[in-house]
């Protein structure tokens, strides 16, 4: 359809399915296409911190948490705020945290609901996020809400990725989250 092949931005959510989405591209072009965003949200996200890091606050070398690191993270906030896990279940606060953040919300942004799991919640998210910040860590969904945290407050690079991609795919529309769907519209 004459469009650039660098015009386009093609997202899924699994790596096997970005892999195939590569691989036929490529077979149907007939050229290596390495160059091209084609990926999963999380690997175009991680793509996209790793040129804008200085714009998003990041260390150059900033490091991914995995799920199993990031539970670690928050059975250490758990010891420093002097909680303990039965009552505050670090994959409970894991879930949580990463459900916030999917949601687009900051910690300081979460409405009171005076719930006295909420508060602890919150300063469970608070403490966990600073330590991400001081050790150079971002998680799964930190990927993508600072993405578009960036690209909202930054006219120039929005706008810059707007005029670029001008076809953007999304296999599996209807299960993109609340972020994933921010992040593209």
């Not at 990041?58 to 690191?69: G, I, T």
């Not at 942004?109 to 996020?129: F, G, M």
């Not at 971002?138 to 006219?155: G, P, R, W």
């Not at 120039?156 to 593209?184: C, G, K, M, P, S």
Request: neutral net charge.
């Amino acid at each position: 359809q004459q469009v650039s092949p660098h015009a386009i931005l093609a997202v899924t959510f699994t790596n096997k399915a970005a892999a195939e989405m590569r691989v036929r591209i490529e077979e149907l072009l007939q050229t290596p296409m390495r160059s091209l965003w084609i990926g999963t949200f999380h690997g175009m996200a991680h793509r996209f911190l790793r040129l804008h890091w200085q714009r998003a606050g990041l260390p150059e070398n900033f490091q991914v948490l995995d799920s199993d690191d990031q539970y670690r993270l928050i059975r250490r906030v758990l010891k420093n705020l002097n909680l303990d896990e039965e009552r505050y279940p670090p994959k409970q606060l894991q879930w949580w945290i990463n459900h916030q953040k999917d949601n687009g919300l900051r910690a300081d942004k979460i409405p009171q609901d005076h719930h006295p799991y909420t508060a602890v919640a919150i300063k469970v998210y608070k403490e966990y996020q600073q330590l991400c910040v001081d050790r150079g860590l971002i998680d799964f969904a930190e990927l993508l809400l600072l993405n578009c945290e960036l690209l909202s407050s930054n006219a120039e690079l929005r706008v810059h990725y707007q005029q670029r991609f001008q076809h953007i795919l999304i296999d599996e529309f209807q299960d993109t989250n609340a972020i994933q769907y921010r992040w593209f519209s």
